[in-house]
T-cell receptor, first 111, second 116 residues
């Protein structure tokens, strides 16, 4: 039972444009959401997070939006850079330290 | 602050052989996780420890996988005997409550296992 879903396995964007990565979840008990970035041969690294009491969190070029009614979150990267090319995982947790991951979206930023 | 350490980084074994992976979490992190990540999929939780106790091992194939965290610090994950379908990256992570007030999880570099 996949509680966190990333329906786009891959995304290609031109350098300088906006990248939008999407994530859907099914469990309304999730209260904290995270995005991780993973380069080949490395472990995932934490990128940005948002709690369920907010609808937006921004950190530099990265912004995460949360729509609780739609059980949807998205990661916006503006402007996209070639170094952003990686696999991005969405994760969710519910009042604790158990995390549920999506299947990832591979982002390619074309110079 | 040192990150999560894992070894080895790569391992190639034949099916039916045994293998062990080691993880040292971030100092002070009480919760330690082992995940299996198959190519094209997200990390799948195998086992979660809180100090040296098991919180969740519902997806651990207990007939062949075992894990321990005897002193509540570092941990080992063992596979015996290995099958072809065990080929994956094994990720270790640890977590603590961050400035957000929520648990934040940090990953090691992973061990890529190839079973031939």
């Amino acid at each position: 039972d996949q509680q966190v879903k990333q329906n786009s396995p891959s995304l290609s964007v031109q350098e300088g444009r906006i990248s939008i990565l999407n994530c859907d979840y099914t469990n309304s008990m999730f209260d904290y959401f995270l995005w991780y970035k993973k380069y080949p041969a490395e472990g995932p690294t934490f990128l940005i997070s948002i709690s369920s009491i907010k609808d937006k969190n921004e950190d530099g070029r990265f912004t995460v939006f949360l729509n609780k009614s739609a059980k949807h979150l998205s990661l916006h990267i503006v402007p996209s850079q070639p170094g952003d090319s990686a696999v991005y995982f969405c994760a969710a947790s519910k009042t604790g330290n158990q995390f549920y991951f999506g299947t990832g979206t591979s982002l390619t930023v074309i110079p | 602050e040192a990150g999560v350490a894992q070894s080895p980084r790569y391992k190639i074994i034949e099916k039916r052989q045994s293998v062990a992976f080691w993880c040292n979490p971030i100092s002070g992190h009480a919760t330690l996780y082992w995940y299996q990540q198959i190519l094209g999929q997200g990390p799948k939780l195998l086992i979660q420890f809180q100090n040296n106790g098991v919180v969740d091992d519902s997806q651990l194939p207990k007939d062949r996988f075992s894990a321990e965290r005897l002193k509540g610090v570092d941990s080992t994950l063992k596979i015996q005997p290995a099958k072809l379908e065990d080929s994956a990256v094994y990720l270790c992570a640890s977590s603590s409550i961050g400035t957000s007030g929520y648990y934040e999880q940090y990953f090691g570099p992973g061990t890529r296992l190839t079973v031939t």
